[in-house]
């Protein structure tokens, strides 16, 4: 008597014949949702191209810090080569346990003596490019965690 091995495709939670020719490719595709998109009263990137990051819809075209909560529009950098640590201060003054720097069009790593406001308060530190750092702050926003944003918009990248 001859048996069929088959074997169980997880993704779409079916057993399939282990046929020479036969694919589970062929079978419609199945999408998984990885996160939530729940962020009512919260602050959430919603748009951002080269010139400007949108913030629940209005569009910023200077440097910005965001947390869930709070929107500071007048954040002074105007480029990653003018971010002093008097500005990284006000990053910490946040108290947020989580910090993602956005350095603009390309990512860029800043001096540590200038992180060292965000070091002293054992805060962590991640640096991105500035649209990496909004698709990361939307992740993590949007899973209840404390996370601030420090985003350089440097139009002249």
């Known amino acids: 008597m001859l048996h069929r091995k088959s074997r169980f495709d997880a993704a779409s939670s079916r057993s399939f014949p282990c046929l020479p020719f036969a694919s589970p490719a062929a079978e419609p595709a199945i999408q998984m949702k990885l996160h939530s998109s729940v962020t009512t009263g919260l602050l959430a990137i919603t748009s951002y191209d080269a010139e400007h990051i949108a913030v629940n819809g209005r569009r910023l075209t200077k440097s910005f810090l965001l947390t869930p909560q709070r929107l500071i529009e007048d954040w002074p950098p105007a480029s990653f080569d003018s971010l002093s640590e008097s ?7 946040l108290a947020c346990p989580i910090v993602l720097l956005g350095t603009g069009a390309r990512q860029r790593f800043p001096a540590p003596s200038l ?34 944003a420090a985003m350089i918009v440097d139009n002249a990248d």
């Open 87 to 93: 500005d990284l201060l006000a990053v910490a003054n």
């Open 115 to 148: 992180l060292r406001p965000l070091i002293e308060r054992r805060m962590g530190v991640e640096v991105m490019d500035s649209h990496a750092a909004c698709r990361t702050y939307n992740i993590l926003m949007a899973e209840g965690r404390e996370v601030a």
